[in-house]
């Protein structure tokens, strides 16, 4: 797949964390989960991508092209819904629209309308009396509206009752019917990226500890559970995390050929993202 989107070594310092050489790539076609624990890094990664905050040095490439000599154009084509909200509160839904729309080249505003109804929302509705629920797909209908080829959401769904989290994974799909399309997607909640995403990358403290195909991820992996009696020096190094009670134990593996050779009468599962994530973060 072509990629879209290309990090480079991108380095963030302050005083009590840095986001360390993170690389990672976004291709067409592509919905990337982009997953860790809260403070891990994924906003200051989008930030820093977005350049609301400064990056300390990197290189960040959109189709081909340097965004910091072509950051107009970037920003043009991407669309962005991020958790905290970027509206003013004592405007209305279309006084706010008037504001965004002239900034891109391509608004669409009979897209607009649609989606404005298609979400039930009301134009003449002040932000400040929007759920949640309601500014995130408000948020949508913005980057939608302009053809946003790439768009970048972070922690979209957290405060979300699991209806409207799933509201938003069937938006996501619609919007990749559409050839060209691209979503990047972080989430503490991994259990919103099961049915959507195609690659996950799962960054701790500042640094990218996996970055592959969901399938991948999910096949390569195991959640092993027998009797406490089969862990010993050896076993035990075979997981990447394990919890031993006087019942038994449960731990995920990356080995399972060689965990099969190891132990008998165990039970193999298939692991949540949400499983791995923890057994890679060690919390």
């Known amino acids: 797949m072509k990629p879209i989107l290309e990090i480079k070594n991108l380095t963030k310092s302050y005083k009590n964390f840095k986001l360390d050489n993170v690389s990672f790539s976004l291709e067409e ?13 994924k906003t200051t990664t989008i930030k820093t991508i977005l350049n609301l905050i400064l990056k300390d040095s990197g290189c960040i490439n959109f189709l081909g092209e340097n965004i ?12 962005v819904v991020m958790d905290e909200g970027y509206f003013y509160e004592d405007l209305t839904l279309k006084e706010m629209k008037s504001v965004i729309a002239p900034a891109y080249s391509k608004w669409d505003e009979k897209t607009f309308k649609y989606y404005i109804d298609k979400f039930h929302l009301k134009l003449h509705q002040k932000i400040s009396t929007l759920s ?18 790439l768009l970048i959401m972070d922690e979209p769904t957290s405060g979300l009752d699991p209806l409207v989290r799933s509201e938003l994974m ?19 909640i991994t259990s919103d990226l099961e049915k959507v995403a195609d690659k996950l990358i799962l960054i701790d403290d500042g640094q ?11 096949e390569r992996h195991a959640l092993i559970k027998g009797d406490k ?13 394990l919890h031993v009670t006087s019942y038994g134990f449960e731990g995920v593996t990356n080995q399972l050929s060689v965990v099969k ?10 692991p949540s993202i949400e499983q791995i994530m923890l057994a890679y973060i060690g919390r």
């Open 29 to 41: 076609d592509c919905i990337t989960g982009f997953i860790g624990v809260n403070g891990a890094g």
């Open 68 to 79: 910091e000599q072509n950051e107009g154009a970037f920003k043009d084509q991407i669309g």
């Open 132 to 149: 949640k629920g309601m500014r995130m797909k408000f948020a949508i209908a913005l980057a939608f509206s302009h053809h946003a080829d």
């Open 170 to 188: 069937e938006i996501l799909l619609e919007f990749m019917k559409e050839e060209g399309k691209s979503v990047f997607f972080s989430t503490h």
């Open 208 to 218: 990218i500890l996996f970055n592959e195909p969901k399938d991948e991820l999910l």
């Open 229 to 241: 009696a089969l862990i010993d020096e050896y076993t035990k190094e075979l997981f990447l995390n």
């Open 261 to 270: 050779e190891q132990m008998n009468a165990i039970v193999v599962e298939k």
